[in-house]
């Protein structure tokens, strides 16, 4: 079996706990039984176990965003060990990804690739205390090098791991979705691209491991 198959067989698993909230390619929310699941037993329970995947003792009734600690879970337990650098910030582990030192991950434009089963799909994010985010791919990159260099701060973003493809749409799985494990279906265009204008995304994560 293929690590990608391992991966999305992870993050269904996880989406199968939290009740499988989901919301259409129309925008329609289904599944949600709270509007912050992530407060409710056992459901903050289960955050806590995508920190402490990470190293961090947070249990899951804290604030910090976890959607990157979840992204870190689904791949430390579909068994790739050191092959992924876990971290609790997207930008900080696609930043190093970006390095090439990750064999079998690279980040690619969205406006030029299509998705395939378990790559991530990368968007930028503006919310609280966060800094002006990239807008684009090539922005990215720049911000991404200024990271590895010391020379700027980590920036919001968000990855969901691709689960489905079907002809013009995806489906993705991501943690910290409207406070849950959330799937989510988006808009692709006739050769697989991304063109949803929900998120404003920046980059995709390859992933052949």
Not at 109 to 119: N, S
Request: charged letters at 30%; a positive charge; proline letters at 4%.
């Amino acid at each position: 079996m293929a690590f990608s198959d391992d991966l999305i067989k992870v993050a269904r698993r996880e989406w199968t706990r939290w009740g499988g909230p989901m919301e259409k390619i129309d925008g329609t929310l289904l599944g949600f039984t709270d509007p912050r699941m992530e407060a409710k037993h056992p459901f903050w329970t289960y955050v806590g176990e995508y920190w402490k995947s990470i190293g961090s003792n947070l249990d899951g009734r804290d604030d910090p965003a976890w959607s990157a600690a979840f992204i870190c879970y689904c791949f430390k337990e579909a068994g790739a060990k050191k092959r992924f650098p876990y971290q609790d910030n997207h930008s900080i582990y696609v930043s190093q990804i970006d390095s090439g030192k990750f064999a079998g991950l690279s980040l690619e434009d969205p406006e030029a690739t299509p998705l395939a089963f378990g790559d991530l799909l990368w968007a930028s994010r503006t919310g609280h205390d966060c800094r002006t985010p990239p807008s684009s791919f090539a922005d990215a990159k720049k911000e991404l090098k200024k990271i590895r260099e010391k020379k700027a701060d980590s920036f919001c973003s968000h990855c969901d791991i691709v689960v489905e493809l079907r002809i013009g749409e995806a489906d993705v799985i991501g943690g910290n979705v409207k406070q849950a494990v959330t799937r989510t279906t988006y808009k692709l265009d006739s050769q697989g691209k991304i063109r949803d204008g929900r998120r404003n995304f920046v980059g995709i994560v390859k992933n052949v491991l």
